[in-house]
């Protein structure tokens, strides 16, 4: 369970925000990748040649279960966004492409391939249909002479099931989701993902809340007896509070489209923040062991990471230019905000 959102309503500000909710504890760590970093995708073995590039844009991102050189988020120095959240619905092949006219990549290297190469929304529609996407299961990934962590064992057999939710500092907000009749590719104009079922589901599912307002409620003369509203916030009632993929994409459109002013870009981090406050999982309250283990906030515009943890009463700033992401240099890693 994930939910991701960008503050649509600030044209003049770009700023976008997330939950990870997992039920395993990803250990993930903030990733410094400076440009000219050498990266390979998972090979094929098979006549179809594995993509491989160089990133020309340094990057910051969150990695997950040990995986260096796989990124669950991210942000790169032109202020374009990468998200994975998860998507049961994901229906990518794990067999590699026999032979191809485009090179391979594998879902797991995605993001970051799209971090390392892509500035705009714009750009990353293009790059994705000059290559050969399939899903390599997490033990065709890890290196052979590297030790599986315990963390990582239970999942050798699986593969990542997710869709991207992409933003760039122009104000481009993507989806993309890979499903039985192939890759889709969705203009996010309220800014909002969450999980299954698929995006236009959800955007449909919105016809049964049109009337959710932050407008007060009026009171009414009902059969000659006045009744008024109970209290503030009467124009939300009906506004689904648990925390399943539905409802929380209907709260999180919701927050996207009252916010409509802030006064400094800190100030929309700030407001982005606590909307994900009303999405966000506590430990257990869901019984699969989920719960919101991390949150960023992006400001795309000034190319700044906020990273906050669960554990933690802080929050760390993360500022691309200040650690020089966009010359070369060797790469590093930055632990989660802790207690």
Known sequence: MCTDLRLVRLPKMHVSARTLDFGYETNSRVQVVPRGQSWSATATDTAATA???????????MDAFGFDFAFCDGLNEAGLSVGTLWLPETDLTTTPPADN????IDFVNLAG??????TTVAEVRTALASVAIWNAPIKRLWPSDRPVP????????FAFTEHLSIHDAHGGDLVVEFVAVGIQLHDNVIGVLTNSP?????????????GLTNVEAKPVNLMGMPVTPTGNG???LGMPGDVTPPS?????????EVVTEAKDARDAVNQAFHSLDLCSVPRHLAASGDYTQWSVARDHDNAIYYVRSYDAWTTDTHDLKALGVDKPGTRSAFPLPTA
């Open 150 to 157: 315990d963390v990582v064992k239970p999942l050798l057999d």
């Open 113 to 118: 391939w799209l971090l390392g190469t892509c």
């Open 101 to 104: 006219d485009k090179p391979a």
């Open 248 to 256: 929380r994409f209907v709260r999180a459109t919701v927050l996207t």
């Open 234 to 236: 009467s124009g939300l």
């Open 51 to 61: 993509l491989q590039w160089d990133n020309t844009l340094g990057f910051l991102g």
């Open 198 to 210: 698929t995006y236009d589901w959800h955007t449909t599912n919105l016809r049964n809340y049109l």
